[in-house]
């Protein structure tokens, strides 16, 4: 059984409409009678420059899907791992930053947006006051902090456009992403969601997880 320890699981104790203990039940249980999704994490390590500026640590993918692309520093959750150790764990690995608060943001669930599997990723993120050493491990080809900028304008339509610009430096990596923000329900049931536009030379919808972030961050300033 995947648990050993299910005791908290009982219930009122009875047993089901097969006539089943719990313990029967989960013996019997196969989890593979449904395809499952894929569970990542991915996580946006900011740093504040001067007042407002932000830097953002990026890693270039050495491996495909995106190969060669700039991401966030992620990867699959382990089985039996809670996302916040496997966000440390891979932020560890594919950068070597360590001992970082980390908070968790988002989920990103589209069933497209990975093409090996059905993938969904929760966001975290941290600001960092000093900018840290950092090295490419694991999956990455490269590590590197980005300044980071995400505006938004009205379009000819009245729509709002958001923009995402990264930049890392003369001759250095210019990366961009766009979204129009579509806005649904009012109070506590308003929701905003990104939907992509364009993305140049970032790795899947890291663009959106990227301005997801950023649009937090500001909505406190």
Known sequence: MYLEDYARFAGTGEKNAAGKTLKEFLEAYNPKKYDCPCHTVDTAIFRRQGGRGLRL???????????????????????????????ARELQEETGVTGVPLKQLATFGDYDRD?????????????????????????????????????????????????????????RPVLTASALLAVSGEGPLREEKLLPQTSDGLAADHGLLIMSAMRYIRSFE
């Open 57 to 87: 640590l990026l890693i270039r993918r050495k491996n495909h899907p995106s190969i060669g692309f700039w991401a966030l520093p992620g990867g699959f959750v382990d089985l039996k791992e809670n996302l916040g150790d496997a966000a």
């Open 115 to 171: 093409p090996r599997w059905r993938v969904i990723t929760t966001l975290f993120f941290t600001i960092l006051k000093e900018e840290i050493p950092v090295r490419a491990g694991d999956d990455a080809a490269d590590a590197e902090w980005f300044d980071a900028d995400c505006g938004e304008e009205q379009t000819v339509g009245g729509q709002t456009l958001v923009r995402l610009r990264l930049s890392a430096g003369k001759d």
